[in-house]
């Protein structure tokens, strides 16, 4: 499509608002209201706010869909990759390996068990970590790796693995934003040690707005994570007292009661997005200056937003500039995702436990320095704009992003 832009008061390409994405129906409304009317009629009314059935029924049916022996419930994806952590009885100033490109929530739990986090570069054309930029960062402090599968995308994890059992390293997948992706066959979150979901309203299933999940196949870390998610309870145990330090990150029964259906429509969610992605790539293909990003063989990705590069090289004009073009013709597209995690403000400034600078100061630790330590996330975040996705397109907005970035490249693109 050619013509006037639309920022420069030319027509939008699109006029009709964003596709609308509609989570729950009646299906989750029956399931909260057995809750409800359960709680209304006298000694269980607890379970509404406590932990009971429906909890136990979720966290079984998570597993038994993922493809783990056991799957703990918690109350949100922050709050699993913490539990996780947790599990593993790390020491003080431990160091954990994880992405730079990833939500404050991969990295704050970290720090709140008193360990050093360690960022890896990503691979440009993935924005994932692999075993090569870890192992450039494990040192004998190291004790954990978290490979994020950022947008759907499975890192490559079977290098990772054999990275992690030489040097005696316990891996967490952050499947926060991967529900239902595959790597080689399998299920993320079932490859590592330990997986965690995140179960907020925007992922591709929820519990009612927020919520998470803890997977994994070793009898022991589970014990300890449903430990530590309820405040240290002797789950498993003969004492008769709390036995560990932990939080109450309980998932209530009100909550698992929606996300059950929830586990019942992935299956259909992840076939719609896979489709969506599939025409979106075809559609995209005749661009000059506009890609997604690479996706690796032997994965199926179950995409949660896309990540788009950007070739300034060939365009006039700077991607902040592109992505207001693109948005004015009726596509909802950011220019950036997040910055590099060490660039946040409380990583610089390592804003932890009041003015301690704890961990990172405690007696006998490394200095440890993030600024410039991950070039390839840096040309990332400076290339890749989001460009929002889910199983609520129809094929009409997938012709309409393709339609804008084409006519946005027919006035920007370098002649």
């Given at each position: 499509?050619?013509?006037?832009?639309?920022?420069?008061?030319?027509?939008?390409?699109?006029?009709?608002?964003?596709?609308?994405?509609?989570?729950?129906?009646?299906?989750?409304?029956?399931?909260?209201?057995?809750?409800?009317?359960?709680?209304?009629?006298?000694?269980?009314?607890?379970?509404?706010?406590?932990?009971?059935?429906?909890?136990?029924?979720?966290?079984?049916?998570?597993?038994?869909?993922?493809?783990?022996?056991?799957?703990?419930?918690?109350?949100?994806?922050?709050?699993?990759?913490?539990?996780?952590?947790?599990?593993l009885r790390l020491e003080p100033g431990a160091e954990v390996i994880t992405s730079p490109i990833t939500d404050p929530g991969t990295v704050t739990p970290i720090v709140m068990i008193n360990c050093i986090p360690i960022f890896a570069d990503v691979d440009y054309a993935t924005l994932n970590v692999t075993a090569d930029t870890i192992a450039a960062k494990v040192t004998k402090h190291t004790k954990a790796i978290i490979p994020v599968h950022l947008a759907g995308q499975p890192c490559d994890m079977a290098p990772i693995m054999k990275l992690a059992r030489k040097h005696k390293l316990t891996v967490?997948?952050?499947?926060?934003?991967?529900?239902?992706?595959?790597?080689?066959?399998?299920?993320?979150?079932?490859?590592?040690?330990?997986?965690?979901?995140?179960?907020?309203?925007?992922?591709?299933?929820?519990?009612?707005?927020?919520?998470?999940?803890?997977?994994?196949?070793?009898?022991?870390?589970?014990?300890?994570?449903?430990?530590?998610?309820?405040?240290?309870?002797?789950?498993?145990?003969?004492?008769?007292?709390?036995?560990?330090?932990?939080?109450?990150?309980?998932?209530?029964?009100?909550?698992?009661?929606?996300?059950?259906?929830?586990?019942?429509?992935?299956?259909?969610?992840?076939?719609?997005?896979?489709?969506?992605?599939?025409?979106?790539?075809?559609?995209?293909?005749?661009?000059?200056?506009?890609?997604?990003?690479?996706?690796?063989?032997?994965?199926?990705?179950?995409?949660?937003?896309?990540?788009?590069?950007?070739?300034?090289?060939?365009?006039?004009?700077?991607?902040?500039?592109?992505?207001?073009?693109?948005?004015?013709?009726?596509?909802?597209?950011?220019?950036?995702?997040?910055?590099?995690?060490?660039?946040?403000?409380?990583?610089?400034?390592?804003?932890?436990?009041?003015?301690?600078?704890?961990?990172?100061?405690?007696?006998?630790?490394?200095?440890?320095?993030?600024?410039?330590?991950?070039?390839?996330?840096?040309?990332?975040?400076?290339?890749?704009?989001?460009?929002?996705?889910?199983?609520?397109?129809?094929?009409?907005?997938?012709?309409?992003?393709?339609?804008?970035?084409?006519?946005?490249?027919?006035?920007?693109?370098?002649?």
């Amino acid at each position: 499509m050619s013509g006037r832009l639309a920022i420069d008061g030319g027509k939008p390409v699109r006029k009709k608002p964003f596709p609308p994405r509609i989570m729950l129906d009646g299906r989750e409304k029956t399931a909260a209201l057995r809750v409800i009317e359960k709680s209304m009629t006298g000694p269980d009314a607890i379970d509404m706010f406590g932990q009971g059935p429906e909890v136990e029924a979720y966290r079984a049916e998570f597993a038994q869909r993922i493809g783990t022996r056991f799957a703990a419930a918690v109350s949100s994806g922050t709050a699993a990759v913490h539990t996780a952590l947790a599990a593993l009885r790390l020491e003080p100033g431990a160091e954990v390996i994880t992405s730079p490109i990833t939500d404050p929530g991969t990295v704050t739990p970290i720090v709140m068990i008193n360990c050093i986090p360690i960022f890896a570069d990503v691979d440009y054309a993935t924005l994932n970590v692999t075993a090569d930029t870890i192992a450039a960062k494990v040192t004998k402090h190291t004790k954990a790796i978290i490979p994020v599968h950022l947008a759907g995308q499975p890192c490559d994890m079977a290098p990772i693995m054999k990275l992690a059992r030489k040097h005696k390293l316990t891996v967490i997948e952050d499947c926060a934003q991967a529900h239902g992706s595959t790597y080689h066959g399998k299920c993320v979150g079932t490859i590592g040690d330990l997986g965690t979901f995140s179960l907020m309203g925007s992922k591709h299933m929820t519990s009612g707005g927020q919520g998470g999940m803890v997977t994994t196949n070793n009898q022991a870390l589970f014990w300890n994570a449903k430990r530590f998610a309820d405040r240290g309870k002797p789950f498993n145990s003969r004492s008769k007292s709390n036995i560990m330090l932990g939080l109450n990150y309980r998932m209530s029964e009100l909550e698992a009661a929606i996300g059950r259906p929830q586990l019942k429509k992935l299956p259909g969610r992840i076939r719609k997005r896979r489709t969506l992605l599939k025409k979106l790539q075809k559609a995209l293909s005749p661009l000059q200056a506009h890609r997604p990003w690479t996706i690796i063989d032997e994965t199926e990705t179950n995409p949660w937003f896309i990540p788009l590069h950007y070739d300034r090289s060939r365009m006039t004009v700077s991607k902040a500039k592109c992505a207001a073009a693109i948005g004015a013709e009726g596509i909802r597209i950011a220019a950036h995702y997040v910055t590099p995690m060490y660039r946040h403000t409380w990583l610089r400034q390592r804003a932890s436990y009041g003015k301690s600078q704890y961990p990172w100061n405690g007696a006998g630790k490394r200095k440890i320095a993030y600024e410039g330590s991950c070039p390839e996330a840096e040309r990332a975040y400076a290339d890749y704009m989001t460009l929002y996705f889910h199983e609520g397109f129809e094929d009409d907005y997938i012709q309409d992003i393709a339609a804008a970035l084409a006519k946005v490249e027919g006035a920007y693109l370098k002649r």
